[in-house]
């Protein structure tokens, strides 16, 4: 009797030992599989950290070059406008007492290497000496920023007027604008 009390405990057991093993060892495939997704979390988790940091970096860039932006922006507009530069001129023209007889435009795109493109513009005009400096200066101050190229000049001996043709350039980003 107690023989058989031992074969009936080591018969126990060794049934559960079968019974435990297929049991076991899926749980152990399984916690390979976990340790495997923990790794790669991590790396993602890793990565999101450098992302983040790297959208610091560029907020605080912005930051400390807002204003330089958008001097930028105000100087170079986004989008070509020739009835925005057209008006600029009249109103110059108007203010400094100059008469534009025409004004022609031109767009030049935008080259390999460059951020943005010109507008180059041909300006026809009479005034006086006096009238001519004061357009000229006004366009080192205008907004959006208008290089003169050349001037040509040719004088009125009977009204002692100017008659002249200035090459001018303004500056846009986007070349694909039709305004």
Avoid: C
Avoid at 82 to 87: G, R
Avoid at 94 to 99: A, R, S
Avoid at 138 to 163: C, H
Wanted: net charge negative; glycine share 6%.
């Amino acid at each position: 009797m107690a023989n058989n009390k031992q074969l009936m405990g080591v018969g126990l057991i060794t049934v559960s030992l079968f019974l435990f093993w297929p049991l076991a060892y899926a749980e152990y495939g399984k916690i390979s599989l976990l340790k495997t997704a923990i790794s790669e979390r991590d790396v993602i988790i890793k990565e999101r950290g450098e992302i983040q940091q790297n959208i610091k970096k560029l907020k605080q860039e912005y930051e400390q070059r807002g204003s330089e932006l958008a001097t930028f922006a105000a100087v170079v507009p986004a989008k070509k406008s020739t009835a925005e530069i057209l008006s600029s001129l009249e109103t110059i023209a108007t203010q400094t007492g100059n008469t534009i007889a025409e004004v022609g435009f031109s767009a030049i795109p935008i080259k390999a290497g460059e951020e943005h493109a010109l507008l180059q513009i041909s300006i026809q005009g009479k005034g006086v000496y006096s009238a001519l400096k004061n357009m000229l200066d006004s366009f080192e101050k205008n907004i959006p920023l208008i290089d003169v190229q050349t001037i040509q000049m040719s004088i009125d001996p009977q009204t002692l007027q100017l008659s002249y043709q200035i090459q001018a350039a303004t500056y846009f980003l986007d070349d694909t604008a039709t305004k």
